[in-house]
């Protein structure tokens, strides 16, 4: 089945720490992807997204992510993370002719310990 | 701005009780969605409407019920809920077409005992 998977459910840092967060993702051609970021007891917050062009995207907070279309991949990073990244982490896909229907992975949930 | 509104925000209900979330945007949008979220399966698409009038099935349809009402509010119905149906429900809205950002509500938590 087609899918959007995320490898890491749970990830602990300390503050300044580098992140980096997997997606993978099974469609063939054209796709929308998206970071969403879920802070505890808030709702889904869109971090970046792509579309076409520059393959680096960045977004809020520092945050940015690279599609690598031969991997089928498209993993978050952030250089330096801090307490308040505490958070659950989606990584969606919109599969080409799929309109608007996002398609999530399962999550990952960051702890960043001050 | 209040953007997307769903109620109620946290609700317990028996087995074989109905209800109905509802949702509300005011960001004039065509299209909105309901999902619903469990623990290590992010976020599952319920139903979907494209634009008023409309309505289609998502990915875990079975148990639900959904009404466009209008332009602005969309809602899910529980006929007879069941312990599965424990989980927590997003409404969410977009423009129609593709690449729009797709704003979400604040979530509905639901428990089925």
């Known amino acids: 089945a087609q899918s959007v998977s995320q490898h890491n459910h749970h990830v602990i840092l300390s503050e300044a720490a580098s992140l980096e967060l997997g997606c993978n993702y099974s469609y063939g051609g054209t796709v929308n992807l998206f970071w969403y970021v879920q802070y505890p007891g808030q709702h889904l917050q869109l971090l970046l997204k792509?579309?076409?062009?520059?393959?680096l995207v960045k977004g809020i907070k520092g945050f940015e992510a690279e599609f690598i279309k031969s991997k089928f991949s498209f993993n978050l990073r952030k250089p330096s993370v801090q307490w308040s990244d505490t958070a659950e982490y989606f990584c969606a896909v919109i599969p080409g002719g799929a309109g608007n229907m996002l398609t999530f992975g399962g999550g990952t949930r960051l702890m960043v310990k001050p | 701005n209040a953007g997307v509104t769903q109620t109620p925000k946290f609700q317990v209900l028996k087995t074989g009780q109905s209800m109905t979330l509802q949702c509300a945007q005011d960001m004039n949008h065509n299209s909105m969605y309901w999902y619903r979220q469990d623990p290590g399966m992010g976020l599952r698409l319920i139903y979907y409407?494209?634009?008023?009038?409309?309505?289609d099935k998502g990915e875990v349809p079975n148990g639900y019920n959904v009404s466009r009402l209008n332009k602005r509010e969309f809602s899910l119905r529980l006929e007879s809920a069941a312990p599965s149906q424990t989980s927590v429900y997003f409404c969410?809205?977009?423009?129609?077409?593709?690449?729009?950002?797709?704003?979400f509500g604040e979530g509905s938590w639901l428990t089925v005992v």
């Open positions: 409407s494209a634009s008023e009038g409309t309505t």
């Open positions: 969410a809205s977009s423009e129609r077409a593709s690449g729009n950002t797709i704003y």
């Open positions: 792509y579309f076409s062009g520059d393959p």
